[in-house]
């Protein structure tokens, strides 16, 4: 019995039985307190392991996607990361891990971040950010206006002050006729900020007369829709960065129905030299490694089974967008 003992202990790599039942509870407490779903499938797609909140939330609906992307994970023998899908519960960011590899059996960890969550924090890096930065050029030069009345009023030059304020009073009027049919107030905000901030780079940024978008988009995420159209923007303004004779032009276009929505977005910038790769993390219109915010609108766009179409023709190059509504 004593060596039956030692034999077991040997096996349990030392550890006694009740050492072992403490580390599988602790472990099993820490599985169950991640906040993120967590699964995992064996090399046959059948679930062996679930998290709490994962068994609040699985339904079996669920379970054939996730099976699916086994599936794709098995025939591209690559692991996903952060990838958006639409689950019954909404929609979530998933990452795969291999866990194991012992004599062809494996088992894949999923780990399931909720879209609600993500969003915010991607609010925060992208959607918010791109009108934080584009409302820096609006401060700053609505400071140099600013010290224009100024330093006529100092010289007494009130007539030519009263004109100034004239002027600018008209050219914020066209603008805000630009953003009129705008119902959308973020990215109303984020027109209105771009389109001063292409000013102060000597490019017309225009938005078209028949534009419009609705204030609600349905299934669509105004959060999604300012990532798409200021990432689209934000390349086209640097599309710009070398010196270029004659006008510099970006024209948007935006078009809401009950069934879709649709973004086009054009410059006469720098030319895309790399189309085949465009859409691949860490490629983007400005060259190799410089970003991933057309990956970003590539995965937003086939959430909502939208296309995305790139053309060029005189000097133009137009990125257009559809992204599809659900019917409810």
Known sequence: S????????????????????????ERQLIFDTISDEIITLDSTGKITKMNKIAKKNLQKSDEVILKKIHNEIIMSKTMISNREYRLSSGIVY??????????DKFNIL?????????????????????????????????????HVISGLLRLEEYEEAKKYVSSLKLEVDHENN????????????????????????????????????MSNHKNIDSDDLIVIIGNLIENAIESFSHEKE?????????????????IEVSDNGDPI????????????????????????????????????????????????????????
Do not use: C, W
């Open 246 to 262: 004659g006008e510099k032009e970006i024209k948007t276009y935006f078009l809401e129905d009950s069934n879709k929505i649709y």
């Open 273 to 328: 030299t790399n189309i085949e790769n465009i859409f691949k993390v860490g490629i983007s219109s400005k060259g190799e490694g410089r970003g991933s915010g057309l990956a970003l609108i590539k995965n937003i766009v086939s959430i909502y089974n939208g296309t995305i179409n790139i053309k060029v023709k005189n000097n133009f190059k137009t990125f257009s967008i559809e992204l599809i509504k659900e019917v409810l």
């Open 178 to 213: 630009e953003v009129e049919n705008i119902n959308d107030t973020t990215i109303k905000a984020l027109l209105l900020t771009k389109i001063n901030l292409a000013k102060e780079k000597q490019i017309t940024l225009k938005v078209e007369e028949e534009s419009n978008l």
């Open 110 to 146: 999923f780990i399931i971040k909720s879209g609600a969550k993500v969003k915010q924090l991607a609010k925060d890096i992208t959607g918010v950010t791109q009108i934080i930065n584009s409302m820096r050029a609006t401060v700053h030069e609505f400071k140099n206006k600013i």
């Open 2 to 25: 004593i060596f039956l003992a030692r034999n077991i202990k040997s096996q349990l790599f030392g550890y006694e039985p009740d050492e072992i039942a403490k580390f599988y509870s």
């Open 94 to 103: 998933i990452s795969t891990l291999l866990i194991s590899n012992t004599n």
